[in-house]
């Protein structure tokens, strides 16, 4: 794991010691979110093969690469915006050190949309987060393989779908396959170096072919362009993962219509 996955992990598990330091503050969560007290769910993998583009549109501020790329977004502008052009399914960073998320911007984007799966883009590294997940209106979690040890992510994947959610299962290199001990619903690869942070596309084509055939997969980060959309969906790819390429635009839900009309 690299410095910087080092240091939001351990300021996670921070947050999340503050956040439940008790048994009774667990249980109160994990019992709501078993009682199904927050919106059905939908399947994102579902969406994701039969919208024309297979596009998850990310509402994102910042990131730790690229600081500031739109800090006054505001949620109830830019979800509407993706519903309304064409996005499969919304990623949503509820990290607030790193990305400039919380989890009111998903519970948000939950009441502005009922027909649009919606990701939880965090750092996963215990269960009460998929129960919070669940209740702030996610229909799936992010497991990121660079911070999870294999037990860690069957048993994670294994609490999400208990609550009627999937897992968006993330690797950045094919070492990382070998920690996957369950057939994911979707499995990602990030086109980030984890080392240099520099994003390229060609990570997801040269994994292409050592990549489980019978899997959804999904190629995330370094996408700007509707031709790296076509190149890598020839590869194999059924979903993709776009942040910056909308949220850095003038007007995000205009781009993302660009991006599913001249991909489908």
Same mark, same amino acid.
């Given at each position: ?54 596009? !998850? ?10 600081a500031?790329?739109?800090?006054m ?30 989890n ?15 990701l ?37 994947n ?21 920690? !996957?001990?369950? !057939? ?5 690869v ?8 520099h ?66």
């Amino acid at each position: 794991m690299t410095d910087i996955l080092q240091r939001i992990a351990q300021n996670k598990r921070a947050e999340i010691n503050a956040l439940f330091h008790d048994e009774e503050a667990r249980q109160t969560i994990t019992q709501q979110a078993t009682a199904n007290k927050a919106p059905a769910t939908i399947s994102m993998s579902g969406n994701l093969r039969k919208t024309p583009g297979g596009i !998850i549109a990310e509402f994102k501020r910042r990131s730790p690469s690229k600081a500031d790329i739109f800090p006054m977004a505001d949620v109830t502008e830019i979800i509407p915006q993706y519903a309304a052009n064409g996005a499969a399914a919304c990623s949503v960073l509820t990290d607030t050190r790193f990305f400039g998320g919380c989890n009111a911007d998903l519970a948000i984007a939950r009441t502005l949309s009922q027909s649009i799966p919606l990701l939880r883009k965090d750092f996963i590294i215990d269960p009460i987060q998929i129960h919070e997940a669940r209740l702030l209106g996610a229909n799936a979690i992010l497991l990121i393989a660079a911070i999870l040890t294999p037990d860690e992510m069957a048993s994670c994947n294994s609490v999400a779908h208990s609550l009627g959610m999937e897992a968006l299962v993330e690797i950045h290199d094919s070492s990382e396959l070998d920690k !996957i001990t369950f !057939i994911p619903d979707m499995l990602g690869v990030n086109n980030r170096n984890l080392s240099t942070f520099h994003t390229d596309i060609n990570n997801s084509l040269h994994l292409a072919s050592t990549l489980p055939a019978d899997t959804l997969l999904v190629a995330e980060s370094g996408i700007r362009t509707p031709d790296d959309i076509r190149r890598l969906r020839d590869a194999g790819f059924t979903g993709f993962l776009i942040g910056e390429a909308f949220m850095s635009s003038p007007d995000p839900g205009a781009t993302l219509k660009n991006f599913v009309n001249e991909t489908v």
